[in-house]
């Protein structure tokens, strides 16, 4: 019997059971379960440090169907913990291929669980919110699973950033490049950088807990504060940096952790939402332009609507056409932004990719005062 055919089990924290086939690595993994919309992006999906921490149901029926390429990665490593699927495909049609997402998640060691009805999966989930699970496709006694997945600690109150961020810095672009922009990295994403980059911008990329004396040295033109997983809140590291940069002065763009952390910086508070936002068609409005955009999106926190409203120090930009909730802000008197979502949006759509254009020129304004 091939691993793909083995069984497999999931098991929520509320007690609910799914029997399933194994897919992947054989073992057990734990995390929070979330789901994702998108038809396509799997492997972007997979390698998104956002995603650190989670098991992610796909809601595609048909999943590793056209197999991995290299290029389609976002970062040096798969980041979710397992995933939950209909059909996870071990033969693909894709000539560019690499490999089979079989292989590919074996090699990472990620345990993996489908023919399970993810339909009525993600219904629950919407239903009762995140929660903690376990998959396991060696272990189907469910009193010890159980007792595995009480050990398992909440979302809440986690500090996952650094575990993520780079280790080294490290640069990218042209040197000689007319605009120079630090990274703080919480999980930033590949394609990020190189929407950066692709404008001309000459990129360094710091590792979460760089002091702001060091980064400053580098003496940037902008600030990009990035994206990653887990709770802002417990991120006071970061915030007290973000602070000293924004006495700085100069441009700063934030976002989704970034957008976060831009809001507490400024005495907003956020909170853990009920299931998160995560897949490629989210409707947003830009209150400025008054145009909607389709956005990417993958985040399990936000900023709180009442505490953003009751603040003068920013105004909303961007508001969630699904639930109103707070997609962007930007603060008065400053050159400082940021949206909740991901504008560079791989493998699609490219509705918001004008925000780095937008960062790139009030980068340019800045130096020409």
Do not use: W
């Not at 091939?2 to 999931?10: C, F, R, V």
């Not at 441009?251 to 998160?276: D, E, N, R, S, V």
């Not at 989210?282 to 505490?307: A, W």
């Not at 105004?315 to 050159?335: A, C, F, M, W, Y």
């Amino acid at each position: 019997m091939s691993d793909n055919q083995s069984p497999a089990i999931l098991l929520l924290e509320d007690g609910t059971v799914c029997s399933g086939k194994a897919f992947g690595a054989i073992g057990t993994t734990t995390g929070e379960i979330c789901f994702n919309t998108g038809m396509t992006g799997y492997q972007e999906v997979f390698t998104d440090p956002s995603y650190y921490g989670q098991i992610v149901i796909m809601n595609a029926v048909h999943v590793g169907n056209y197999g991995v390429i290299d290029e389609d990665v976002e970062s040096d490593s798969v980041k979710i913990l397992g995933v939950i699927a209909k059909n996870l495909n071990e033969n693909y049609s894709r000539k560019r291929a690499n490999g089979s997402l079989d292989e590919y998640l074996k090699k990472n060691n990620i345990v993996s669980i489908h023919d399970v009805d993810t339909r009525a999966l993600v219904a629950h989930v919407r239903t009762k919110g995140a929660m903690n699970c376990i998959i396991s496709s060696e272990i189907f006694d469910v009193e010890e699973l159980k007792k595995r997945l009480a050990a398992v600690p909440s979302m809440d109150g986690l500090e996952l950033a650094s575990k993520v961020s780079t280790q080294e810095v490290y640069e990218s672009g042209d040197p000689q490049a007319g605009i120079r922009i630090a990274v703080m990295d919480y999980g930033i994403k590949r394609n990020i950088i190189k929407c950066m980059t692709d404008r001309g911008a000459f990129v360094k990329v710091f590792s979460a807990k760089t002091s702001f004396e060091e980064v400053k040295a580098f003496n940037p033109d902008g600030y990009f504060i990035s994206n990653g997983p887990g709770d802002p809140a417990a991120m006071e590291y970061a915030v007290e940096q973000l602070k000293q940069i924004l006495d700085e002065g100069k441009p700063m763009f934030g976002i989704c952790l970034g957008h976060q952390l831009l809001a507490l910086a400024h005495g907003i508070a956020t909170f853990k939402m009920h299931h998160g936002h995560r897949g490629l068609n989210h409707p947003v409005k830009n209150l400025i332009t008054g145009r909607s955009e389709i956005t990417t999106q993958n985040h399990g926190f936000g900023v709180d609507p009442d505490s953003v409203r009751n603040s003068e120090l920013v105004e909303i930009t961007h508001v969630n056409l699904n639930d109103q909730s707070i997609e962007g802000i930007r603060i008065k008197g400053k050159p400082a932004f940021s949206v909740q979502y991901h504008p560079e949006s791989t493998p699609g759509p490219y509705d918001s990719r004008y925000l780095f254009d937008d960062f790139i020129n009030l980068i340019k304004q800045s130096k020409n005062n």
